[in-house]
């Protein structure tokens, strides 16, 4: 598909913009704070459905994060770093997606 490479962009704005959504909502029910230990309770304590999409997301994010890596140094990618660290710092559903727009890109 010629023009695959924007579906990845299109993901990477939706999983950006949820996730920070999401962080905002969090951080006004905690009084303009972002209380780490809340969000770790809530992810691995709630429910054993809550306990399931936990470790779904993790195993899909330690893989994927070890897939751009791995993948961003075989294809010389620039700013390969930035990618890492939107990971950390805004998540994976937007990194991730984000990652495979330019690769996808670098690689036409």
Do not use: C
């Amino acid at each position: 598909m010629k023009n695959a490479h924007y579906f990845y962009l299109i993901l990477s704005l939706v999983g950006g913009g949820i996730t920070v959504s999401y962080v905002f909502i969090g951080m006004q029910e905690n009084n303009g704070h972002f209380d780490v230990l809340n969000f770790i309770q809530s992810t691995w304590t709630s429910n054993p459905y809550a306990k399931s999409l936990t470790f779904d997301f993790w195993t899909g994010a330690i893989a994927g994060t070890f897939f751009m890596l791995v993948e961003g140094i075989r294809i010389k990618m620039k700013y390969l770093y930035l990618y890492l660290l939107a990971t950390v710092l805004i998540g994976f559903a937007f990194a991730f997606p984000l990652f495979l727009f330019v690769r996808h890109r670098q690689l036409a």
